[in-house]
């Protein structure tokens, strides 16, 4: 049974006045949708133009995510966060651990454990003419499965697609407009204990622009 815990449209930015922006970043409601967009040249500062948007709210062990997404520039690279907390099970924003900026490192291997998936590459010529989705964990960005990548190239994308990620306790599921991509469960034994409760964030490359709408967890 699914109880909705947390609404949000994502249309002002009244609406993400508590959001947590790690690195720096552009953020604007042009379509009554949230736009991310860098702020810092890539091409420039690489890795320190990308940054991470966390929701503040602490979500349960088992959820399910829904939001709508539509990109606007690529090539790039757009991720989903989840069941983040320190490796102490700290909250991710307590003092005392390491400064986050955006960097892919500072998530990989700093002193936060969690999920990520990446559902929209396009950063090299290989993931642009295959396209696919990744699951990792984290602290050591373990690679834990990878499925096809439905969205098309921008200049075909017409509608938001509507992404929905279920976490229930180590068992992952990941759809993009229905149609199952991810289809993983986390024994906890291959990469340390699966991860139970936590916050979720987006996280975009520099040199992509891409809006979300219309966000919702549900208690599962």
């Not at 500062?45 to 829904?66: D, G, H, L, R, T």
């Not at 990620?165 to 180590?170: F, N, S």
């Amino acid at each position: 049974m699914e109880k909705l815990i947390y609404e949000n449209p994502l249309m002002t930015e009244e609406d993400v006045k508590d959001f947590v922006l790690e690195g720096e970043a552009h953020i604007t409601f042009e379509n009554q949708r949230m736009r991310l967009k860098n702020k810092l040249d890539f091409e420039i500062f690489e890795q320190k133009a990308n940054y991470v948007f966390w929701c503040p709210i602490e979500f349960p062990n088992s959820v399910k995510i829904e939001f709508d997404f539509f990109p606007i520039q690529e090539p790039g690279l757009c991720m989903l966060m989840f069941a983040a907390k320190g490796a102490k099970g700290e909250d991710i924003f307590q003092e005392g651990l390491l400064k986050r900026t955006g960097e892919y490192d500072c998530y990989l291997h700093g002193d936060i454990n969690l999920y990520h998936l990446s559902y929209f590459r396009r950063m090299y010529d290989t993931e642009r003419a295959f396209h696919i989705c990744q699951l990792r964990k984290s602290n050591g960005g373990h690679k834990l499965e990878a499925g096809g990548d439905p969205i098309p190239n921008i200049k075909d994308c017409i509608n938001p697609y509507h992404i929905t990620l279920i976490k229930k306790d180590g068992h992952i599921l990941f759809y993009i407009n229905d149609l199952k991509v991810i289809d993983y469960v986390d024994n906890g034994v291959d990469f340390g204990e699966a991860l139970t409760n936590g916050k979720i964030g987006f996280r975009q490359m520099a040199s992509t622009i891409a809006e979300y709408s219309n966000l919702k967890v549900y208690e599962i």
